[in-house]
């Protein structure tokens, strides 16, 4: 059971398609275990559609359909290759870097994105809690496998936390599992350890 979705405004900027790609693929994350949020996103991309055909229309070249038709018959590109089959399918062709130890039973491996925002996975040993951090931004982590907890309650497999600025209690790892997550963010700068790490992996 899903239990922690993103906010309605994170889900209508996927839906219009200007979240940073690192927090798309985290929010592809949840979306790819959640059915309640898949249902929401269809009615949000429904709207949007709407508004694009209530919008004036534009005067198009006269070779457009010509265009259009010749780009139609040539091959789509074939789609990059699988190299993570262990994650769900948002991240299963995403570039992963090396792991890098960020603290006491606490590794971190940065994920290829463009755009403002960076992301990665988060591997956190039981009883350890991931990096403590400020927010000067969005941020979005979903737990992969086995859970943790913080001030926002219990996050299981699928589960996705969107913290507030409030947020200042350590996320714990709970149970006797390490916890998997990826976790993205626009402007969270880390402290301690992996502040130093995002510090030398430039992101
Ligand atoms: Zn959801």
Request: contains cysteine; glycine residues 10%; neutral net charge.
């Amino acid at each position: 059971m899903i239990a922690h979705h993103p906010s309605e405004a994170t889900l209508a900027a996927y839906a219009a398609g200007t979240l940073p790609e690192a927090l798309a693929l985290v929010a592809a994350t949840h979306l790819s275990h959640c059915a309640t949020c898949r249902k929401t996103l269809s009615t949000l991309e429904a709207t949007g559609g709407a508004l694009l055909e209530d919008l004036p229309p534009v005067p198009l070249s006269i070779d457009a359909l010509d265009r259009l038709l010749g780009r139609m018959d040539q091959p789509a590109p074939p789609p990059p290759p699988i190299l993570n089959p262990e994650l769900p399918a948002p991240l299963n062709r995403v570039a992963l870097g090396r792991w890098w130890p960020v603290g006491p039973g606490v590794r971190y491996r940065p994920m290829q994105s463009s755009g403002a925002a960076w992301g990665g996975l988060v591997l956190a040993q039981p009883g350890r809690s991931l990096p403590r951090h400020g927010h000067a931004g969005r941020e979005l982590t979903c737990v992969l496998s086995c859970a943790f907890a913080d001030q926002d309650g219990t996050f299981a497999a699928g589960d996705l936390s969107e913290p507030g600025d409030n947020h200042d209690q350590p996320p714990a790892v709970i149970g006797v599992q390490p916890c998997l997550c990826v976790i993205a963010s626009e402007g969270m700068r880390l402290r301690g350890l992996l502040g130093f790490a995002q510090r030398i992996i430039g992101r």
